[in-house]
């Protein structure tokens, strides 16, 4: 099992940028997919980017042509680079990665086996 350690959040301003990183601290990101998800306080685990295994990129609608994820092998890491920050990006966001993922519940936390402990985004108005 691969695990899991996000880092880079921090208080941001609107309009901002910030980049979080999510590495494999043991293992390995190959075979997995993996997807960045965010939780804001009293609301339920929403999704925000997915890159499956073989690369392809699928992003929430709130974040398109915001939010851009990507993955470093070389690395074992994945990032989500946040660009023009809004107060409801204000979240705690999570890495998350399985092998057993299929296309139709993708987007959902609970087709995730691995988690990071969260990584929290405040951005200010």
């Known amino acids: 099992q691969v695990q899991l350690v996000e880092s880079g959040g921090r208080l941001a301003q609107t309009g901002s940028s910030l980049r979080l990183s999510c590495a494999a601290s043991?293992?390995?990101?190959?075979?997995?997919?993996v997807a960045w998800f965010r939780q804001a306080p009293g609301e339920a685990r929403e999704f925000v980017a997915r890159?499956?295994?073989?690369?392809?990129?699928y992003y929430a609608d709130s974040v398109k042509d915001r939010f851009t994820a990507s993955k470093d092998s070389a690395k074992n890491t994945i990032y989500l680079q946040m660009n023009n920050l809004k107060p409801e990006d204000t979240a705690v966001y999570y890495c998350?990665?399985?092998?057993?993922?299929?296309?139709?519940?993708?987007?959902?936390?609970?087709?995730?086996?691995?988690w990071g402990q969260g990584t929290q985004v405040t951005v200010s108005s």
């Open positions: 998350a990665a399985s092998r057993s993922v299929i296309l139709s519940n993708s987007i959902s936390p609970r087709a995730y086996a691995n």
């Open positions: 890159i499956w295994r073989d690369g392809r990129i």
């Open positions: 043991e293992g390995t990101f190959s075979g997995y997919t």
